[in-house]
Structures are given as C-alpha cells and as structure tokens.
C-alpha cells in the first residue's frame, strides 16, 4: 500500500484493529497491527500491519575530554586512548620531540628541559659518550669513542684533568671551577644561546634551539603571543598569519564568520555514527582546502548541535559567502535567512531523490531546527546500521523548520547529506 504526500493535507490508511496516532511529531503507537509511518512537516503517510511506538528525547552535553574519542579545540587528535606510540599522544596532539612525552621513535623526552648538555638530548636521544655534546658527568665529547685524542673513551681529558677544577685544561674552552649551568661556563663551554641553559642575567630564556615563534626567540629573549603571527595561541581563535580584517580572521584573531555547507557527496544511513559524520564533513572540507574544525549537523543519544557546537557570535556564510544565520540564535530560532544548499565547492546543490513526496535535496539530521535532539529512535540504528529503523532528514532548499527536520521514516538505504558546520 503507498500513500501520496501532498503539503497541506494528511493522508492516514491504517489496516488493524486500533491505532492512536500521537502529536505533531508523527509518532504513532497500536495495539495491534504494525505501523510504517513516513511523514513530513507538512504531511503524513501511514500503512498499519504491527504493534509500535515513537516518543521523542533529549539530551545533555558534556565537557571535552581529552580521550573521549571526539577532537575538540585546543585538541588536534583525539583516537579515544593514552597510547603514546599511535600518532595521538595522550595529550591529544600529535607526538613531537619536547612535548614531554616519549613517543616512539623517541628514547627520552624531557619536554623545555631537553638539551644538548642534558640528560636527554635535543633530539630525544640520552645523552651518551661520543655523540658530539659535552653531557652530564662528560668533561668532554669530541664526538668519537677513540683514546689518543684530545677526549678519551670515557669523554674525560686526558692525563687527569677535569671539567671543574679551576685550571684551564686542553679540551677547555673555560673553566669557571663549579657545575653551575646558569653561568658564562657551562661545562667548560662558554654559554651560548640554544645551549638549553639559562644564562642567568643574559637571557630570558633558552629552549635549547635557535627558532623564534616557539615562545623563546633566536636571541633567547622571551615572545608574547602575537595575533598575526600564523601560530594558534590559546587565546585566539584563528591566526591567518595576517593582521588584515575582512579575509575571515579579524585583526584581533577572532573570526569574522563560520562556514557551513551541504556535502557533495550523499550517503545512506550508515555513517559510521555521529563521529562518522564528523569525519565526512572534515574530509570534505580538506578536500578544498579549508581550515578549521568542522562538524556535521546531527543527534543521536547525548550528541546534538545544541550540546555541542560552538555558539557562534558571528554569521555562518555558505561557500559562495551568502550568510544563512547572523549567529547562532539566528540559526536556531526556526528560520534562515537562506537555505543550506551551497556544497564545500560552491555548487548549488538542486537534485533530489524524489522521497516522501520531496524532490528536494535531503540531509540526514534527526535534529529539531533548534539543533536539539529529534528523536531517540530513527536514526538508522545510531547512523550505523543500513538496515534499521528508518530516519529523519531535513530539506536542504528550505528556510523554514524544515530546513532541518522534513520527513521521518522510510529507509536507511536512502541517499541524503550532511550539513556541516565550522566551528
């Protein structure tokens, strides 16, 4: 039995004994016979041959969590565990000499304290005899493990001299007669900067490299944070390397406005759950080249929009730089100003699949235009499963409610969207 879906009208075909069909939601509840239900905001489709019930949900959010499987700013990875070994340290970031923690292929990570005159060096190796760097316990290193030089084996001079002594011994550059590491001698080597010792009263700091832009200059002279700079500080929210307004990072770096677009590609119901979704709206905004964080418009159990976006203050502007809400309570106060029908390439997106009576590009959602949870139930089994239990789409050339939730039910084997969101 098919029903015909016409905007403005209900059609309800019911075959069993008793059906009580519930709110505006579309939701329907029997005692005998079982109920397949398409709808629409505008209209309702529905065949009875079995027992079933529809009620709708909410949820509540949570804080990020470094660990919980889900990348949020300031985190640039995330895989959901405390492994250092697999490219997302537990930290979640990607492993890196100095960042304090020992990732493979790294033997030691003294974090700011790594030096070439250290334990473990700047290259996050242990400093050991013959590598070049005068370490701990070494009054020399000339790079060899040779006897007969200028260094012995043991990276001792030879003949009984030592680093420390207060006598100028061949090999030695200085000897001030202590250990102290903050002073114009260090280990017999006059004090330089990006020897990875502060010296006390000519230099601010020494990070053990000569680079500026990391916090410590090539002069070993602190850096404050600078908008402008190209470097993400923990006070910014986008540093395009620019202090020009206008290009989408505001001279104060902030940004200016939000991207959002529909995909290109379309998809059945199996998205590989929420985080899934997450990743196709992060695939095809690298695939143009955007940066940023991205996150697809979609609920199931405690993940929503409303629980998880960033409220933004600034407009969202589709790909060709119309703007479809001025801010966030714009978004979602039941309307836009233009429909979310532009993809990340700046194509009108105008083919549909002709589904619940809708000739419109569909989107999966299961989301209320307020970015609150639909449903706890049609969404595909979670947007896991292709053969489940129906689901919610939104209509991507509208501006009204329905721009987010159109019509319920169907299959999940249907091809639809995502709408996908700059965070």
Known sequence: MRGVIERGAALLLLVGCFVDVGGEDGSVSGSAGTTTTMTTTASTSTTTTGPTSTSTGESTGVDPTCGDGEVQ?????????????????????????????????????????????????????????????????????????????ACTSQCALPGGESCGDGILDPGEVCDDGNADLSDACVACVDAACGDGHVHLGAEECDDGNLMSGDGCSDQCAGESPTCGDGKLDPFEECDDGNAEAGDGCSTGCFKEFRRVFLTSTSYAGELGGVEGAHAKCTTAAASVALS????????????????????????????????????????????????????????????????????????????????????????????????????????????????????????????????????
């Open 292 to 423: 940023g964080s991205f996150r697809a418009w979609i609920s199931f159990g405690d993940a929503s929009p409303a629980n998880d976006f960033v409220k933004s203050s600034v407009p969202y502007r589709r790909m060709d730089g119309v703007v479809v809400a001025n801010n966030w309570a714009d978004l979602t106060d039941g309307s836009l100003l233009a429909p979310i029908n532009v993809n990340e390439v700046g194509e009108v997106a105008t083919a549909g699949v002709n589904y619940c009576g809708i000739d419109d590009p569909l989107v999966w959602s299961n989301t209320t235009a307020a970015g609150t949870i639909l449903q706890p139930t049609g969404n595909c089994g979670g947007f896991t499963a292709i053969n489940a239990d129906g689901g919610n789409w939104g209509d991507a050339a509208l501006i009204d409610g329905q721009w987010s939730h159109t019509c319920s039910g169907g299959m999940c084997s249907t091809l639809a969207g995502v709408y996908c969101f700059e965070q």
């Open 73 to 149: 700013a300031p985190e640039t990875c995330d895989d959901g565990n405390d492994d250092e070994d697999d490219g997302c340290t537990s930290a979640c970031q990607p492993p890196s000499c100095g960042d304090g923690i020992v990732s493979a292929p790294e033997l030691c990570d003294e974090g700011a304290a790594n030096s070439n005159r250290g334990a473990c060096t700047s290259s996050c190796a242990p400093a050991v005899c013959g590598d070049g760097f005068i370490g701990p316990g070494e009054a020399c290193d000339d790079g060899n493990t040779r006897d007969g030089d």
